[in-house]
Structure formats: structure tokens, C-alpha cells
């Protein structure tokens, strides 16, 4: 599990939001909204990116109490009622990370409540209007992510009430003793309270409350799955759902090991008891924040079954079998949506041991499905069956097997829990499942993005999170990838609005929702198309004739003859 810490973080939340659109802010012109029972809110004015609209931007809006002090690690409260105009028209602070929490001097870390981050963002042209509602879930590996990360500019292109939501992170969103002082699942509960908020208030905004789609990517998937699946969800709250690679059913999706975290974390804090509960309560609850994040930069987290709330009382497989309620569904993945996993584990091996010549093939492809946690390893079994040439899997000829490495990850990771759970839903229920596979490659990547690729022997390929840099505003377009936002603003709209996605450009097109767990499903490339198999996605990367492109000849590791395999 350690592998995948940070992995899902790396690369879905590596957008440095360059001022690619001016914030056009007017006093003058500054919109106000009453939000009933709370008070005042003061917006500023902005323009969508295509055809310059003008739409209202309330950023920060807070919509909980801070989860600090004695609300650390515990179930959100509505925020209480301010007197005279809240501020609205700059975003509210991001939920602690060690990389914002780190800059800060003592002055700042001690004058000011950095845990105050459970606020929403609104933005909508027309106040007076009754137009569907998009409640984004970001993503961040359940350790990061920001509303910040997620301009709007490309979606208020349509008659929509974007909210963008903060939920907490890592550490202080996630530690649980499964007891009353530290319920679990508190990131969940953030999002169910800011779900509450839009039910009572987005009317003010000119947002429909009964059309409300959530939609979520990586992390932000799971956390929808969590939100569908959990029965404290009140039906009412969300009519649709898109859920963008990731699944509440993938195997990073829930910490399975939570009690033994939060000992862990109570020691290496060095707090003088950590043997009960209560004990790791009193040390973790006192604690500042930067010395929390500081122990836990290496631990990941996830949701938990079984905490204190009841928002998952059961493993996701057993809520899904037993879901009554059901929502109309569209979900999918990128087409090379592991290769992140691929990246980090190549990291991490050339970290420990500076190449990857001392393991073969066998070895490296079984680390990668071992974290599919299958018990009769017949994962394992059948894709190295089925994804290699007998003779390359003991030997230590990588270059040979990167392709198999790639779909071996995209599957475990996400292609396969991804199509799990529409198939799960789609059998259960007469709600409509659309399933598709991000395929374009445009000029921008995901791929490295912070740190650079360059260290990489193979390209990052449609990576995991590309599909984001057409829903938001986060990177300059050309003009072949702005016809692809287009077309992905126009899916995503049309599937929120009316529960059929739809392109514009391309009225002749009907998608259809699954009819058999194979099919229907849709590639969203230049042109977007209809096909059958969904299987098939599975093996994507070795059955294309061009995949020796996403191989870099110039960085290939030494091929060394083998040493005794290390434990990985
Ligand atoms: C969190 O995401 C931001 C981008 O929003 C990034 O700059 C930062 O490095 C990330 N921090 C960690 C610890 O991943
Ligand atoms: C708001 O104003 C009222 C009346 O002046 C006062 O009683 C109350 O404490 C104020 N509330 C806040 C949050 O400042
Ligand atoms: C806003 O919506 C209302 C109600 O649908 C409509 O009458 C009005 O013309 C709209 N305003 C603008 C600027 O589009
Ligand atoms: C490794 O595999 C590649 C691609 O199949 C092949 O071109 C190369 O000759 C192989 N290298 C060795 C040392 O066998
Ligand atoms: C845009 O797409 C067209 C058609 O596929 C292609 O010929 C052209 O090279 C592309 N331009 C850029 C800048 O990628």
C-alpha cells in the first residue's frame, strides 16, 4: 500500500492554476446573494473562456465550522450565521498540505487557523434562473486538492451552477479511532454537509436543487462512490452521477488498516501513551498541524469500513449488491490511465536499487497485480499468461514488457474496478450506465507535471487526470485540444443536464448506455464513437501496432543478467 501513497496525489493535483484568465472583478457590478440563515455573500464578475460570457464567481463561501480545536477529526457543523458581507470574491484557504502548511513562518502558523477549509465555491450567470447544478469532487489521492485547482472557465460556457466544494485531506480529514472522539470518514461527512448547503441554498444562486450531478475525478471517484453507496446519503441530495477513473471498489479506495495508523501516527509524534484509543485521541487531537503533516507525509489515506457514522458500514462490494436507490451513471477512464503507477514504481525501484536490472520481467509484473489483492493470485495467473511471450517473463528484458507493465496497471488500477462498478449498477438497476475511454492525446500531459518525465524510460501516454485539462481551465489550449474541450464540456453537460450526453458538434451521434456488460461504451478522441467491447480496453496498450512509441529508447536502463530478487 505504501507503494500507492502519493501516487494518485503526484498527478491529479499538479496544476499550478496560472492566471490563464484574469479575474475581471468590478465593484461595481460585484454581485451580493443573501444566503438565508447565514448571511451575505459578495461575489465578483469573470468571463467563460470561449465566447467571453459573463458568470459570477463566490469563492469561498464557507459552509461548515472550522474542523479544529475540539471539531478535529470529527463530523462537520453548519457554519453559523455572520453579520454584515462576507467576502466572497477571493478562494477561501486550502485544507492543510504539508506543501502550503511548510511555507508558512511561526507568526502565520500560530495567528491563524489553517484549518478553516471547509468552504464552497459558486459560480453561475444568471442568479434568478432555475439551471441544473455540477457539484465537483476533486481528487488528490484523499491527501490533497483544492477548489483553487479547478477553474470554471470552460464549463460556465453552459447554463450551469458549477460548486466546487473543499473536503478535508490526509491526515486530519482521515485518522480514526472508529470511536465517538474520531468517527472516520469526516471527508465524506464534509461533502454530505456541503451537498445539505446546495439543497438549501443554490435556489439564491439560480441553481436548480432537484437537478443537482455530482461528478468526481481519481480520489473524487471513489469519494462519489462513497457518497452513492452510503446510507446516510439522502436520496434527494443527487439525481446523477459521472465518476472519473476510480471506483469506491478499487483496491486503493479504502484503508483497510485505520486502528494501526493511528498508533502508528501517535508514536511517531512521540506522545507519551498510544496504547488505547483514548490515548492517541488526547495526542493527536492537541497536536499542530504542521507537526501532524510532518509525520504523515508517508502514510496514506482512504476511506474506512465501519466507522463511528455509519457512512460505511460495509465493504462497497456488499453496499452495492444491496443498493436500493439508483442514479444514472456515466463513468469511465483514460486510456493509459496506470502509467502514474508505472511511474512511481519505477521511482521507487530505481530509489532502492538504481536500476531495474535486478528484477525480471515475472517479478515486476506480479508487483504490479499483487496490489489488486487477489488471494488465489489467478490475476496474476492469467495476465502474465495472457500479456506475455513466455520466454521474456524470466528474463530482465523491460523493454520488451512495457507495454504489458502499461496495461497491467491500467487494469488493476482503474480500468477494471472502473467497468466492475458500471456493470455492477447497470445489472442492479433500470438507471442508464454510460461507459466510455479518454483517448486523446493532445499537446498537454499530466504526465510529470511537477517534477518533470524526462527521468522516464517510456512516455506517460493518455495519462491518468488528462481528462481534467479540458474540463477546467487549467492549461492554454490549442486549437485542436479547445475542440476537444468542447466536446467534453458538451458530454459532460448534456449527461448533468438531461442524463444523455450528447456532442454538439456531432448531432448525427446517439450514445447509447450499456445494454450488456460489454457494451455499448464510447472513445472521446478527435471524433467521438460508438463501440461494442469494453473488454478490450484491457489490452489496449499491447494490441496497438504504435505502442513502441510510448517506449523512449534513449534512457533505457542497462540490461544486466539477474541477481537474487530483493523483497519488494
Ligand atoms: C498539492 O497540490 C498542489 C497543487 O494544487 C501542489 O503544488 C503541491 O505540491 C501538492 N502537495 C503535495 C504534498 O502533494
Ligand atoms: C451579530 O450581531 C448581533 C447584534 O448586534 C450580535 O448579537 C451577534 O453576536 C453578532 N454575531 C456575530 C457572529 O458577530
Ligand atoms: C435569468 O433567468 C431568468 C429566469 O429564467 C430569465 O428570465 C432571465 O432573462 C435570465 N437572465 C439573463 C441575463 O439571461
Ligand atoms: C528486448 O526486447 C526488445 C523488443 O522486443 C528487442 O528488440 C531486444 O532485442 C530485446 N533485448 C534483448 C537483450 O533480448
Ligand atoms: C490538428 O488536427 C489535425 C487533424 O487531425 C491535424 O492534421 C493537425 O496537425 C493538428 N494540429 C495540431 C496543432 O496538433
Redesign the pocket.
Known sequence: MKLLLGLLVLVTFVVVVVALVTSKSNTADSPQVNIAGQGAVLGSVDETLWTRQKFYAFRGIPFAESPSGERRFKAPVSRSPWNGTFDARSFGKRCPVITSISKLNAKQLEEEDWEDCLNLNVYTKNLSAKQPVMFYIYGGGFTNGSASDHPPHHLLEKDVVLVVPQYRVGALGWLTTLTDDMPGNAPVLDLLLALSWVQSHIHAFGGDPTRVSIFGQSAGAAMSGALLLSPKTPEHYFKRSIVQSGAITAPWAINRTPLQQVKRICEALQCEKCEDKREQYECLRKVDVLQLLRVTTEESFSPVIGDEQGVLPQEPQMLLRNLKRTVPLMTGFTKHDGSFVLATLYDTLIAQYGSLAKFTVRQLANTLIDLAKDTTSLSNNLLLRMLFKSKILD?N?H??AWPAYFDIANSVYMKSPVVAYANELQRRSAAPVYLYTFDYAGAHTRFGYEFGNSQYPFEGGVHHSNDNIYLFATHKLNANDTLIAKKMVDLWYSFAADGVPKVGEQPELTLKPLETEAGPYFHIDQEVRVDSDILKELTVTIDDPESYKLIRSSVLPP?LPPVLPPVL
Open positions: 528474463s528484458n523493454t520488451a540490461v
